[in-house]
Every structure is written in C-alpha cells, then in structure tokens.
C-alpha cells in the first residue's frame, strides 16, 4: 500500500501578508529601477503624446525629471515629424515642463501647468501645415494654463525662402481666458536683408478670432541703408482651409530712411487680410498709404502682396503730388494740380532689388517703363548733384512739352536707366 502523499498546509493570514508584502517590494524595486532612468520615462511620455497627435516624437539628449515639489521633466534633443513626412516639423534643444500634482492627477480634466521653457526650438512652418491638415476637425481646442508663464530662447520659424531667427518669447503667464502680454525679439531674414525687433504684444485671449496688438521698434537693413521705424501692429488670429495669419490686419510705422547723411521720414501704413500657407505670405487685397516729405512722395494705392522665396507686389494708385524735393517738371506738367495715377508690378527679391515694372500718368501725358529701387534710392541721396531726370527706363509721350522757351507738340521719348533721354 503506498504512502500517502504530503499535505501542503494552507496558506495562513501572515504566510499571505509576507507573500503580499515581498511582491510589493519587489513591484516597488522594479518601479524604482525603471523609473531611476529619465530616458526611460521621457520615452514614454514622448510615445504617448506621440501616439495621441499622430506625431513620431523623439528625444536624443540626456533627460532629467523630478518629483519632490513640483514635479519637472526636462528632456533634450527632441524632434517630432508627421509620419512619412522626411522634415520634422519641431526640433528643440531642450523642452522643460513643470507640473503640479493636481495636474498629473486630474488625468488630463486639469491642464494647468506651472511654467514650459523651450531651448532653441526650430519650426519648419510647411511642415506643420501639412501635419495640421491632416488633423481631423475638433470643436474649440483646450488650452492649458501657464500660471508661471512660457519662456522661449534662441528659436527659429522656417518658412519658403525666409525665416525668422534668434527669437526669444518671455510671458508672465498664459491663461486661455485672459488677455495676454508678452515681449518678443527675434531677426526676420531673407537673402541679406535682415529686419531685426523688439515689440511687445497683447492678444485678448488665446483663441481663432481674438484680438492682437503689437508695438515696438522693427529695423530694416539692406546695406547701405537702414530704415528705423516705430510700428504697430493689429488684426484678429486666422485659422482657416486658408492659412494661419491676420483678419483685418492692419499695419502702420513712423520710419526714417537713411543712408549717409541722408535722413528721409515718413510714416506709411497698409491693411487687408494677411495669410500664411506653405510658408508663404499673402496679402490681397492690400490697401497702401505713405505719407512722404521732401524726397518721399505721399502715394496711396491697392493690390497684393505674395512672399516667399521671392516677392510679389502689384499696386494700382495715386501719387498726390510731384514731391518738391525732386526736379521740377516742365511745362505744363509742372503747372498742373492734377494727381498722377500708377501702377507698379513687382516681382524679385525680397530687398526691392529687381527691376519693378511702372506706368505713371499725368492729365493726358503718360510714361510706360520701369526702375530698380537701389537707383532711385541713390538718386534721391544725391539729388543736388544728380541727373533732374530719375533714373528710369521706358517710353513717355505727351502732346506737348514747352521747355527753355521752345513748345515741342507730339512729344515722344525714350529713357534708359541713366535717365538719359
């Protein structure tokens, strides 16, 4: 007869609660080794904001998070690309998140965050339009709260032919509901013209549809000169089948050429509806106004403007007056008040360097040529020494013309760019 076999006693109260505890302690071992690597965790979190934006996030730098107070997480090298897409839409240096508690345990019903640093964050603007296109439609989006603000250094937007670099963004605080204040410097810069800025900007809440306002000082510098200007800046954010950008933009500056001992002020202002997609700029319709001293005609028009990698202007116009500073014209040109209609038709680099395209009409005489800018900025610099004609080139007719006493009828002449006729 074979013995019988050994009964395994029952599990008592404390042989379980010993067996519960070692579990926990070796669970609680593993979390503390997983959770010891900040690549580890700044991975996961990357793969879930990743998963949730339909975005390929990755991080290449040390990581670094902490727990005690106000948990932080900072992680380095991140880059993030719509799937498919060879150009990430973000790069950043260095992203810093802080969060409270009562944020990490709202599980996402709270989007308050104390503060986010962004290190030499790059946007390529085409990529990011393209990433948004493909974003299904959502009611009005949620915004998290910043109560200590948002704070960005050495960033960069990449758009078609130009970009706008070492942006540095400092705001107090971000609440979607309130006005907010922020100071913004950076260098807009396209070929060899750079625009460098310190503005300020308000924007009544953050959502499509509020209002923005900027004020500050914009420079333009294309060697030789330099243009200075106090401007401002309005409109209401766009975000639209059409682009990002400005409805009812409008866009006003006290500016001062100068060049040498040249120094030209007027102020001047445009408007229409202002829109960015793929990277390009656009304005149409555009309405214009400058009003010149001196050397600087006062002129108001209408047309549009397209730039990206080149720009594209057209304006139809009027010229109030012939500007006393540059040669009179000859009779009867000179005795009329009439105003002077144009139209101008740009299309070349972004500094005004190509030649632009002009018709210039007075009573019934009328010119049909072209100039380039740098030219008639060094006219206009030298104009007590220079030529009386601008330096233009084309075709003028009149019907008649009375010059040193002489009445010439059926007047026709052909300019080169020397102004010689």
Do not use: C
Not at 1 to 19: N, V
Not at 117 to 132: G, K, N, T, V
Not at 285 to 303: D, F, H, I, N, R
């Amino acid at each position: 007869m074979a013995a019988p076999e050994p009964q395994t006693p029952p599990l008592g109260p404390r042989r379980i609660g010993l067996l519960a505890l070692l579990i926990a302690l070796a669970l609680l071992a593993f979390a503390l080794h997983w959770v010891s690597r900040p690549d580890r965790v700044a991975r996961l979190i990357l793969s879930q904001v990743g998963n949730a934006l339909d975005l390929e996030i990755t991080s290449g730098g040390a990581s670094e998070y902490r727990l005690r107070g106000t948990p932080m997480l900072t992680i380095r090298g991140v880059v993030a690309r719509k799937p498919g897409d060879a150009t990430p839409l973000l790069r950043a240096d260095r992203i810093r998140l802080e969060l409270p508690w009562r944020t990490i345990r709202a599980r996402g019903a709270d989007l308050t965050v104390r503060r986010i640093e962004l290190d030499a964050p790059d946007l390529d603007l085409p990529a990011l339009q393209r990433w948004l296109a493909t974003r299904p439609p959502t009611k009005e989006p949620r915004i998290p709260t910043l109560t200590d603000g948002l704070r960005i250094v050495r960033g960069r937007v990449m758009g078609d032919g130009w970009r706008v670099e070492a942006i540095d963004v400092d705001a107090p605080s971000f609440h979607p509901d309130r006005m907010v204040r922020a100071r913004l410097l950076g260098r807009f810069a396209t070929g060899e013209l750079r625009v460098p800025f310190d503005v300020r900007a308000a924007l009544t809440r953050l959502a499509a549809g509020a209002g923005l306002g900027v004020v500050g000082n914009v420079s333009v510098l294309s060697p030789p000169w330099t243009m200075p200007m106090r401007t401002q800046l309005s409109g209401r954010l766009h975000n639209g089948d059409d682009g990002i950008g400005l409805d009812a933009m409008r866009l006003g500056a006290n500016a001062t050429y100068r060049n040498g001992d040249t120094d030209l002020a007027f102020t001047y202002g445009l408007a229409g509806p202002m829109r960015v997609r793929e990277g390009t700029l656009h304005v149409a319709p555009l309405g214009l106004v400058v009003y010149g001293t001196g050397a600087v005609p006062s002129l108001q028009g209408t047309g549009a403007l397209t730039f990206g990698d080149s720009l594209s202007m057209q304006l139809d116009g009027t010229l109030s007056s012939w500007p006393r500073a540059w040669p009179a014209l000859p009779s009867p040109l000179g005795e009329s008040t009439s105003p002077l209609p144009f139209t101008l038709d740009y299309r070349g680099r972004a500094d005004l360097s190509a030649t632009t395209a002009l018709r210039l009409r007075r009573d019934t005489t009328r010119f049909d040529g072209a100039l380039r800018l740098p030219s008639i900025l060094q006219w206009i610099d030298h104009l007590d020494t220079a030529s009386p004609l601008p330096p233009l080139s084309g075709h003028l007719t009149s019907p008649r013309i009375d010059i040193a006493g002489a009445t010439l009828e059926g007047v026709e002449v052909e300019f080169g760019e020397d102004a010689t006729p």
